[in-house]
T-cell receptor, first 117, second 111 residues
């Protein structure tokens, strides 16, 4: 089946630094990639949707200047948390789809746990 | 290799039917299993299971975990068209509490 990887799996950083998280589709071309953040009680919040070669579409309430998303190729999307603060500590999950809409099958990555000190 | 497998991948039923969705897993250091319903944007959390044999129930939905046989089922009784969605199973595991998703089951409920 389709495989999506994320790197790093876990990162600890100091407040004020920037952190880059990579999401890769290993065996298919991901037209669309989604970035989620998992909150307590297991709910997932969609942060943004990115299509290869175009600007990401951010959900309401998500600061695009703080969470920079780049989808430079059909197999790679990156999420950069700029000037991270402790409240940004969370579990960030990406998913990738070969389609365009939300109803297309999404393949999820294993997640990246970010801890900002 | 860690893996989470859902079956069936796709299912079409009629309103009123009962469906059972399956999720089997092979992971290191299992911590919990979660079920989500995805209709539009972000998946909606349904259940988290950590103990074997204890059924969790919410309305017409229920789920149970078997840690010996390494699987979980999600039951939906008296299905409605609004139950049409992709149902995702995910497992938290490992020392870093990694998360692995299954490919999902696409459920279509016809009137």
């Amino acid at each position: 089946g389709a495989v999506v990887s994320q790197h790093p799996s876990r990162v600890i950083c100091k407040s004020g630094t920037s952190v880059k998280i990579e999401c890769r589709s290993l065996d298919f071309q991901a037209t669309t990639m989604f970035w989620y953040r998992q909150f307590p009680k297991q709910s997932l919040m969609l942060m943004a949707t990115s299509n290869e070669g175009s600007k990401a579409t951010y959900e309401q309430g998500v600061e695009k200047d703080k969470f920079l998303i780049n989808h430079a190729s059909l197999t790679l999307s990156t999420l950069t948390v700029t000037s991270a603060h402790p409240e940004d500590s969370s579990f960030y999950i990406c998913s990738a789809s070969s389609g365009q809409g939300y109803q297309e099958t999404q393949y999820f990555g294993p997640g990246t746990r970010l801890l900002v000190l | 290799e860690d893996k989470v497998v859902q079956s069936p991948l796709s299912l079409v039923v009629h309103e009123g039917d009962t469906v059972t969705l399956n999720c089997s897993y092979e992971v290191t250091n299992f911590r919990s299993l979660l079920w989500y319903k995805q209709e539009k944007k972000a998946p909606t959390f349904l259940f988290m299971l950590t103990s074997s044999g204890i059924e969790k129930k919410s309305g017409r939905l229920s789920s149970i975990l078997d840690k010996k046989e390494l699987f979980s089922i999600l039951n939906i009784t008296a299905t409605q068209t609004g139950d049409s969605a992709i149902y995702l199973c995910a497992v938290h595991h490992g020392n870093n509490n990694d998360m692995r998703f299954g490919a999902g089951t696409r459920l279509t409920v016809k009137p």
